[in-house]
């Protein structure tokens, strides 16, 4: 299985909105509603904000919203703050039964 | 709440099998509706899903490493482990076990993760 596609890096001031893309295959993210993000800042374990294509966990901010259309989800993260900086990537349940990772977005903020 | 604890050897010889162990605190390993995971993240690499077992024996692994790779449960130790045959230095990484609930909708409990170094 291939990892889902992602862009290297997004960037954005703070407070603007930033939109992170995952695409995969109609195997994967367009299969199901089961797409997964996670948040992993440097030296840490990664942290789901986002499952079931766009619910968040308990705590998580409301800043950080998802979709998805087609073979195609997206991560918004809204009022961009300091914080947010850290690496992003997206998960899909597949055909398979297996779990397949993006290749993980590196946001920066301005 | 449930809380999960990687360990193992830090460093594996060349062609040596990897053996790591993840300890399940706060809950049962072997309690319905968990699916439980292995996935791995090389030196600044991004995340790789290794595989998962379920149902207190069943497995799924991803295709790629299926061939090296074993995910097994000690439900008296409450951990399950992870073994990876005929190791190479591209098996150099963070190795995490995580805990995957509301199946499949991907992993919300996390170890903190251990590093495992491919060298001799």
């Known amino acids: 299985q291939s990892a889902l596609t992602q862009p290297a890096s997004v960037s954005g001031s703070p407070g603007q909105s930033i939109t992170i893309s995952c695409t995969g295959t109609s195997s994967d993210v367009g299969a199901y509603n089961y797409v997964s993000w996670y948040q992993q800042h440097p030296g840490k374990a990664p942290k789901d904000i986002i499952y079931g294509v766009s619910k968040r966990p308990s705590g998580v901010s409301d800043r950080f919203s998802g979709s998805k259309s087609g073979n195609t989800a997206s991560l918004t993260i809204s009022g961009l703050q300091a914080e947010d900086e850290a690496d992003y990537y997206c998960n899909s349940y597949t055909s398979s039964s297996t779990y397949v990772f993006g290749t993980g977005t590196r946001v920066t903020v301005l | 709440q449930v809380q999960l604890q990687e360990s193992g050897p830090g460093l594996v010889k060349p062609s040596e099998t990897l053996s790591l162990t993840c300890s399940v605190s706060g809950g049962s390993v072997s309690s319905g509706g968990y699916y439980w995971s292995w996935i791995r993240q090389p030196p600044g690499k991004g995340l790789e899903w290794i595989g998962y077992?379920?149902?207190?024996?069943?497995?799924i692994y991803n295709p790629s490493l299926k061939s090296r790779v074993t995910i097994s449960v000690d439900m008296s130790k409450n951990q399950f482990s992870l073994k990876v045959t005929s190791v190479t230095a591209a098996d150099t990484a963070v190795y995490y076990c995580?805990?995957?609930?509301?199946?499949?909708?991907?992993?919300?409990?996390w170890g903190q993760g251990t590093t495992v170094t491919v060298s001799s």
């Open positions: 077992f379920y149902d207190s024996g069943s497995t």
């Open positions: 995580a805990g995957d609930q509301g199946h499949p909708n991907g992993m919300d409990i």
